[in-house]
């Protein structure tokens, strides 16, 4: 990685004589009549090796060091194994708060406001969260202010301070977020889709409420902080502009004396769904003038990063649905038809527990049933005959080549190396990736198509308005009768703020 | 380059609380992107910044069109046709050109006639014969007929065409981010390809400038009316903020929305598109803009090669030449929608790159983010707001200026604008701090630094710029920013936020769309009280014996000393509420007596 303006005399002398050759054969020879005809050099690319950047600090935890002087700022994060699976379920939302509030609350002797005018000053962008399942924090500043940028990002790590009157508008503010849970379809379809998918029990389907908000305080976020944000499961990734031993030094004196002393087990890995959905069409009733729509199921948990099946569904959801325009879903109901503006499938084999498949769009309500019957027309396709050469080619060459792209950046090389080590995804998934892509067949595809898209067992979720949804269109090609006999299931209509129903 | 990292410490300076932080200096530190550009015999510029290390080239193309080159009638013209230009070329797409071209002509012929049967439907319409011009159910015959007639054309032509090609090129290179984005001001093309592949870019992009085949152009018209329905019309204050933005510019033609009016949407012709392209995707109207592993000898040849082949356009693409006309007297609107009470206030100001543009830049900053006025006057600790922001907002002909903010609690929104009003006055009477304006002036520099990490935005900022007039931008606006001084906060802040060159929009969130909320009073209990509670103060208000209610409020008060500690606020809630009912009932028997 080099300056802007001031790359290496030898790329430069390098460059000049490949200008020189692209000058005199421009002269001579004509265009070629279809790109497929261009001829193009190898690229100049090396998979970075997860080693050439690995320390380990003196406290015993993981750091990945990549530095880029291209410009005068750094980049320090970390990873924490933590997570909503650990809060009590009668204070939800517990997790959560605690990552905005050791940002907003203040540190050490600074009030909320103070801290935020130093880090304001310094022009210091610093963050916290916690997630369903892990938590990060991460500072960018401009290196010449690394020092005084290290000691805030640190005090608000070790001695956050939870300021009471920041704790009050924060609580207020997420009560007026909680508000507005019904107003954008995609927020309702977003919670009713991890119901139907996951169940209500799991930890991660829990939602707040007033209530939850309300009974959370300073010492409930001061105990979660200091039961669980320890340096014990931290992983760290360090980018930009620093000189790697001496940022490693720094981050080792400001470790000093953080011990796990008090820190609470962290039972790993968290608590397994144990729902299975029930297949159907379910409609959460909404006046707007389009159908939101997702169709799909679980999947199953990863087993193997290594996995051919891991290779094989990207591979298969690529071009059944996620590939834009080159893939089946999009080409038939959008670009075809013109049903929808976005229109296509995820599938996910997830870490922790079963992940999911779904095909989603959304299309005004006369046509949101015609859509279905060309999403169910694709799913029963790719499950019963093989691929074609041309789109594998396609959906191959997408994933090998825009591979690099992966690397462009000190920050992304740091963090996804670093995520490797916080899944337990092996180095080797990236060293590989492009001879594993080449390795799936057409065969290996409709086997995983068989393996994990079952349309009987797909659940039909619909945020829109029903009595047009259901009609279908009026040159009568498709209505809502035509799935599950017909048969709807109505989700009530919650409150936003206890999501409780509305009598 | 001038890297900040020379940057001194200049100064200790005393804050709130006797926190001791330094000075970043100023003197020229600031960002600088070596950009080296060209431009072709035909009129069409590029801009190239050379980064080795990269093993991609994020590549765009911009054209200097959008929404406010379109007139009446063919509103989202300038969008639609940003998607037909993925349709592919003469030879991108299909298996038989001439053909292919054959069959769009009798399409269009098919199409005319569906435009004069809504012709003929819109003046039903007029005299009141039926509803709607274009309703689904109630098509007549004739319409029916001719869609038919059309699917048949579309179902040949699917025969010897090549299913979205020119996706499925780029994507099997290992080209990303293929996408293209529609401003008022601009259309961007944007896209990564690997290195070695810089090539394909010059290829596909000249192609479809030179050759474009506007196929598929009715079904993705409805794509894009889709799209309108997902962004504008599904959506809690989609359609509100069309309205004030039409409220807003009284004669310039950033007043309709950049999607475009439905019933123009409708209408809008394959012939009206290819007129379109011809005066605005002309070689002399364009600016490529390529940053990564690619060196300016390399990119000029390839550029020479592939889009010296298109001619200059025979005319020169127009100005927008229709200027704001004053504002003479405020403007209000009030609605109701699936949202949180809220308020935006507009103001006009100035277009990009205005000499008061940085000021007012300066001036937002002082007011945003939880160190800026607005969090500390409104929401931290205040019963008023739980956000509130301002964005300056400078297209190429004209600017404007945006506060919102979104109630709390009781909160409403007059509340919210006097809030505002309040905030306003104070930067209008006093200058602001050195301090406050060092914070900001250091945060705008770091941004500036920031903004040129990611390659690609860095390629999509240039586009931008040079699209609204001037790349340069991207490297002067730190120094501009740096000089702009409290007297220029104080004198942008007097000249352009007066009452009545402003638009005020009030929103109320809409009755029985949701639960009542509940009172913050009420959270700690269980979600079935609270509604109990929230149903008896209902029945409140069919009470009119204050005798009666003065003894429930006794009974409440009493019990308040009795129940656990999380419910006493929920007692205390229910008397206040019991109270104020009488107070109400006691007023108004007071005004009857006179």
Request: proline share 5%; with cysteine; hydrophobic share 40%.
């Amino acid at each position: 990685m080099k300056h802007f303006d001031s790359f290496p005399l030898r790329a430069l002398v390098v460059l000049t004589l490949a200008s020189v050759l692209v000058a005199s054969a421009a002269t001579a020879q004509p265009l070629p009549k279809h790109p497929n005809d261009l001829k193009y050099g190898e690229l100049d690319f090396d998979i970075p090796r997860a080693e050439q950047y690995r320390h380990t600090l003196s406290n015993g935890s993981v750091a990945y060091v990549v530095e880029d002087k291209t410009l005068p700022l750094f980049t320090v994060g970390v990873r924490v194994r933590v997570g909503s699976f650990l809060e009590p379920a009668d204070k939800v939302g517990l997790a959560a708060l605690t990552g905005s509030m050791m940002r907003l609350g203040g540190a050490g002797d600074l009030d909320g406001g103070a801290f935020d005018e130093r880090a304001a000053f310094l022009a210091a962008n610093i963050s916290s969260s916690i997630g369903t399942t892990s938590g990060r924090a991460s500072v960018n500043c401009l290196s010449s202010q690394q020092a005084e940028c290290l000691d805030l990002f640190f005090s608000m790590m070790r001695e956050p301070a939870f300021d009471e009157v920041r704790l009050a508008t924060e609580k207020t503010n997420r009560l007026e977020r909680l508000k507005q849970r019904n107003d954008e379809a995609s927020s309702i379809a977003r919670r009713e889709w991890q119901w139907l998918m996951y169940g209500k029990e799991h930890f991660s389907s829990r939602n707040v409420t007033g209530a939850s908000l309300a009974s959370i305080t300073t010492s409930d976020l001061a105990e979660f902080h200091n039961s669980y944000w320890r340096p014990k499961s931290m992983i760290w990734t360090v980018s930009g502009d620093v000189d790697t031993q001496a940022v490693l030094k720094a981050l080792d004196e400001r470790l000093a004396g953080w011990t796990n002393e008090g820190a609470k087990d962290v039972p790993w890995p968290p608590p397994v769904p144990r729902n299975v959905p029930v297949p159907g069409v379910y409609v959460a009733q909404k006046e707007i003038p389009q159908g939101r729509v997702q169709i799909g199921s679980l999947t199953a948990q990863r087993k193997d990063w290594m996995a051919k099946d891991e290779m094989a569904t990207d591979l298969m959801n690529e071009i059944l649905g996620g590939g834009g325009f080159t893939s089946r879903i999009t080409k038939r109901i959008r670009s075809d038809e013109g049903l929808a503006y976005s229109a296509g499938s995820q599938f996910g084999l997830s870490n922790y527990w079963a992940g999911q498949f779904a095909v989603f769009y959304q299309s005004k309500s006369e046509t949101v049933a015609f859509a279905a019957e060309i999403a169910y027309e694709e799913l029963e396709r790719i499950r019963t005959s093989k691929v074609s050469d041309g789109e594998l080619t396609t959906a191959k060459g997408a994933f090998r080549d825009s591979f690099p792209g992966n690397f462009e950046s000190a920050a992304s090389i740091a963090g996804l190396f670093a995520q490797d080590e916080y899944l337990g995804r092996p180095h080797e998934y990236w060293y590989t990736y492009q001879k594993r892509v080449d390795e799936v067949s057409a065969d290996d595809i409709l086997r995983a198509a068989k393996k994990y898209l079952k349309p009987e067992e797909m659940v039909f979720l619909v945020v829109g308005d029903w009595a047009e949804v259901e009609k279908g269109d009026a040159d009568g090609r498709a209505t809502m009768g035509q799935f599950f006999g017909g048969n709807a299931n109505m989700l009530p209509e919650r409150d936003p703020v206890t999501l409780e129903p509305v009598p | 380059m001038n890297r900040l990292t020379s940057a001194r410490l200049l100064a200790c300076v005393t804050l709130i609380g006797a926190l001791c932080v330094p000075v970043m200096a100023a003197d020229g530190a600031s960002a600088q992107v070596p950009v080296k550009t060209f431009e072709l015999d035909n009129g069409m510029k590029f801009l190239v910044v050379e980064r080795p290390e990269m093993a991609t080239v994020a590549a765009a193309w911009v054209a200097k069109v959008g929404s406010s080159d379109e007139r009446p009638g063919i509103t989202g013209l300038a969008h639609l046709f940003e998607h037909m230009m993925f349709k592919g070329t003469r030879t991108i797409g299909t298996t038989n050109a001439d053909r292919d071209l054959e069959i769009i002509d009798e399409q269009e012929a098919v199409q005319e006639q569906v435009r004069e049967v809504y012709a003929e439907l819109r003046r039903a319409w007029r005299l009141g014969e039926i509803e709607s011009p274009y309703d689904s159910e109630n098509r007549p015959e004739r319409l029916i007929e001719l869609n038919k007639e059309f699917d048949k054309l579309v179902e040949e032509q699917r025969a010897i065409m090549i299913k979205d090609e020119f996706d499925q090129v780029y994507t099997e290179a290992g080209a990303t981010f293929m996408n293209a984005f529609t401003s008022q001001d601009v259309t961007v093309y944007i896209n990564t390809v690997p290195a070695n592949k810089a090539e394909l870019w010059f290829w596909m992009e000249s192609d479809r400038l030179l050759n474009p085949v506007f196929r598929e152009f009715y079904s993705e018209r409805d794509v894009v009316y889709e799209e309108r329905r997902l962004r504008t019309e599904s959506t809690p204050t989609g359609k509100f903020n069309e309205m004030v933005t039409a409220m807003f510019w009284q004669s310039h033609p950033y007043s309709w929305p950049i999607v475009g009016w439905p019933s123009d949407l409708r209408v809008i012709s394959k012939a009206q598109a290819d007129q379109f392209f011809d005066t605005y995707y002309a070689p002399n109207n364009l600016t490529g803009v390529l940053v990564g592993k690619i060196t300016v000898d390399e990119a000029k040849q390839l550029a020479t090669r592939y889009f010296g082949r298109i001619p200059r356009g025979e005319i020169e693409p127009p100005d927008v030449v229709t200027l704001e006309m004053e504002q003479l007297a405020e403007k209000r609107m009030s609605g109701e929608c699936d949202c949180p009470p809220q308020v935006e206030i507009r103001y006009h100001t100035v277009p990009f790159g205005h000499a008061d543009s940085y000021a007012l830049d300066v001036l937002s900053g002082v007011l945003n983010d939880r160190t800026g006025r607005l969090y500390k006057a409104m929401i931290e600790g205040a019963e008023t707001a739980s956000s509130a922001r301002t964005r300056p907002d400078s297209g190429k002909w004209a600017g404007s200026f945006i506060f919102s903010a979104e109630a709390k609690g009781e909160a409403t929104p007059p509340q919210l604008e006097a809030g505002w009003e309040a905030v306003l006055a104070e930067l209008q009477k006093t200058p602001v701090g050195d301090q406050e304006l060092r914070r900001v002036k250091n945060g705008f520099l770091a941004d500036t630094f920031r903004s040129l990490e990611n390659p690609f935005f860095v390629m999509i900022q240039l586009a931008l710029f040079e699209g609204q007039g001037d790349w340069t931008y991207l490297n002067t606006i730190a120094d501009r920013t740096e000089a702009v001084t409290a007297e220029d906060v104080l004198r942008v802040a007097n000249k352009y936020f007066e009452p009545q060159s402003r638009v005020v929009a009030h929103y109320y969130r809409e009755e029985g769309t949701s639960a009542e909320p509940v009172p913050p009073e009420l959270a700690a209990l269980p979600a079935a009280q609270q509604q109990q509670i929230l149903g008896q103060l209902k029945q409140l208000t069919g009470m009119t014996d204050v005798a009666q209610l003065q003894a429930i409020v006794g009974q409440v008060e009493g019990q308040a000393d009795q129940v656990p500690d999380e419910m006493k606020p929920a007692m205390q809630f229910m008397a206040r509420k019991i109270k104020e009912r009488i107070a109400e009932l006691e007023s108004s028997s007071d005004g009857e007596k006179n």
